[in-house]
């Protein structure tokens, strides 16, 4: 369903609220006029509205903040593009993507900012943000011109998964961010280490035969980092963790009073290395699917607020990017549509609470970002997502009412999960409902 030219005021009844925020949590109305939250509370309001949707048994929460999706704009559209990723991102309930800096040509000028930004002025119904480059083409040497791109809207900066070439330059980008109250966003990999690996260093990997890349990767990068920010004072935030060592390396800084935080992305806390099996390049993913105790372990550290925030890693890809050996095919899943089902999951076993949810999802989010923290009360904007926790739907690529981005590459077609996103609604208009929606029109 396509944004509304005119948002129209509507109440939806009985309906789950989970604000993090405030940690509000209970079954209440909610009335939204002129893009903003104007009531909640148990009571009807006294207003009429123009529409009305019954919520019960669905979650109201505010919509995603992804800290990582690319739309493959500019330089890659044979595989995704601005428009066919918004409607990805609707769908998935997610109100706000951050852009990282591997565009082609790279975001480390205000010229690419401002191409970037004024194809994003042209989406309705999502916002967009970019993070800039760290250094000169990512190529990891030369600083970038980090307060020209923070001029021209970049909200942090990062060398996407390109490592920096050295431990100097690390130190001395931390100290012109710090300069700039600019948060940092880190890849935590040594490439040293990682070799040009694909796959976790484990017994799956090593009877694959597949180049491995070890936990002490991205352990090693973490305590090089944490040590610099120790130096520096700097804010950074540890892009996809994967390992119970990171998590618990995170944990100790921030026991600390360090200044860092950390996300990972939704498909490392519901798949593990046993996923490569049968060279399935679905799962060729970088970092890599570790251990089932990793996995655990991420999925603990979320659930306790350690890591604080979940995205999605979007990286879309066309057909032929998945069909070669796995080492020569490339990394990354399509995964807007699933970043909150597959949270959904975690919540119905047990793992997570839905207010986790909500708050992993919109209020860790957007603290990295330095953003106002995402509410459902009077006066807050209505960027909100409603969930019912128990709709069942499956995966089909090819149908274009289930799977809405242009990158087909994800290694959940053909499931059912139990639980999705039925209506997206951005500045109080409705810009997706899901087909035949549970929630209904009263």
């Not at 990282?100 to 480390?108: L, R, Y």
């Not at 993070?131 to 190529?139: C, E, F, I, S, V």
């Amino acid at each position: 369903m396509s944004s509304s030219s005119t948002a129209l005021s509507l109440l939806i009844r009985n309906v789950r609220v989970l604000d993090p925020s405030s940690g509000f949590d209970a079954v209440v109305n909610v009335g939204i006029r002129d893009g903003r939250i104007d009531h909640r509370g148990e009571a009807l309001p006294d207003t009429a509205y123009d529409q009305t949707l019954d919520g019960d048994g669905c979650w109201l929460m505010p919509s995603a903040i992804d800290l990582a999706a690319r739309f493959r704009e500019p330089g890659a559209t044979h595989k995704a593009d601005f428009q066919s990723e918004t409607g990805a991102a609707q769908a998935g309930g997610i109100g706000c993507v951050v852009l990282p800096p591997d565009t082609s040509p790279v975001v480390d000028s205000p010229a690419v900012v401002d191409r970037i930004n004024g194809k994003a002025a042209r989406i309705h119904g999502l916002d967009i943000a970019v993070l800039g480059a760290l250094t000169q083409g990512l190529k990891g040497e030369a600083l970038a011109s980090m307060s020209a791109l923070q001029r021209a809207g970049c909200v942090g900066f990062g060398n996407a998964l390109a490592p920096l070439r050295n431990a100097l330059v690390a130190r001395r980008a931390l100290e012109y961010a710090h300069g700039l109250n600019a948060t940092v966003h880190v890849f935590a990999q040594d490439a040293d280490l990682a070799n040009g690996g694909c796959a976790h260093e484990g017994p799956v990997g090593t009877r694959l035969g597949l180049p491995p890349i070890p936990i002490a990767a991205e352990v090693a990068a973490l305590r090089l980092w944490i040590s610099l920010v120790e130096d520096t004072g700097a804010r950074v935030h540890f892009c996809r963790l994967s390992t119970a060592s990171g998590a618990q390396l995170l944990e100790s800084a921030q026991a600390r009073g360090l200044p860092v935080s950390a996300d990972v992305a939704a498909h490392q806390l519901a798949m593990i290395d046993a996923d490569v099996e049968g060279f399935d390049a679905m799962a060729h993913l970088v970092p890599p699917l570790r251990t089932a105790r990793d996995r655990d372990s991420l999925r603990e550290a979320v659930a306790r607020g350690v890591i604080s925030a979940v995205c999605s890693d979007h990286q879309p890809h066309e057909p032929d990017a998945k069909i070669n050996p796995f080492p020569l095919t490339e990394p990354g899943i399509a995964a807007l549509e699933t970043l909150l089902p597959l949270l959904i999951e975690l919540v119905h076993a047990g793992l997570l609470s839905p207010l986790q949810l909500a708050a992993r999802t919109s209020l860790g989010p957007a603290l990295v970002l330095g953003r106002a923290e995402p509410a459902i009360s009077p006066g807050s904007p209505a960027n909100l997502v409603l969930i019912d926790p128990e709709r069942r739907w499956t995966i089909d690529t090819r149908d274009p009412l289930s799977w809405h981005s242009r990158g087909r590459n994800t290694p959940f077609a053909g499931r059912t999960f139990c639980g999705r996103p039925v209506l997206t609604l951005h500045g109080g208009r409705i810009v997706w409902q899901a087909p035949a929606a549970a929630a209904g029109a009263a």
